[in-house]
């Protein structure tokens, strides 16, 4: 309430939350051509009886004060923000749940590559040391023999 200069109080309304302009609206109300010598209190009436939307709107209960109110909002503001901060760490670890099975997953096929190839490796490796083997023996015998022959040779008259 503020006190005019000839002595009469007047009403200053404003928006609690700092949200709506209602003073601003209530002079523009006062300016109109066809509210001429309507009442303060009644020009104000029908400014604040305005239907408005408000993404600031909180509902007002009888019998708190508005520091109340103000806190309720805040308590529910952190709740809908821890709401959404779990809603996130949930998608998030479904992220990472789906992350690591796709590793897993690729971890085996790794796996069943490496088996396969170390498999055909081991039958590649196996063949040929049985041909280097074979090899050998022939070599051995070869030489063996020949060194009877030289042997009968040697002592041939």
Not at 50 to 64: H, L, N, Q, T
Not at 137 to 147: I, N, Q, Y
């Amino acid at each position: 309430m503020r006190e005019r200069e000839d002595g009469s109080v007047g009403l200053h309304f404003r928006c609690f939350r700092q949200a709506q302009p209602i003073h601003e609206e209530l002079r523009a109300e006062l300016s109109k051509p066809s509210s001429n010598g309507v009442p303060y209190q009644v020009a104000a009436l029908e400014v604040i009886r305005r239907d408005r939307w408000c993404d600031r709107w909180f509902k007002f209960e009888p019998g708190s004060s508005l520091k109340d109110h103000l806190d309720w909002l805040h308590m529910l503001q952190l709740d809908e923000a821890r709401r959404e901060h779990e809603l996130r760490l949930a998608g998030m670890e479904a992220e990472s749940r789906k992350s690591a099975e796709k590793i897993q997953a690729d971890s085996l096929e790794i796996a069943k590559a490496l088996k396969t190839t170390t498999e055909a490796t081991g039958r590649f490796n196996t063949k040929w040391t049985r041909i280097a083997v074979a090899i050998a023996v022939a070599a051995l015998l070869a030489a063996g023999t020949a060194a009877v022959f030289e042997a009968l040779t040697y002592f041939k008259p």
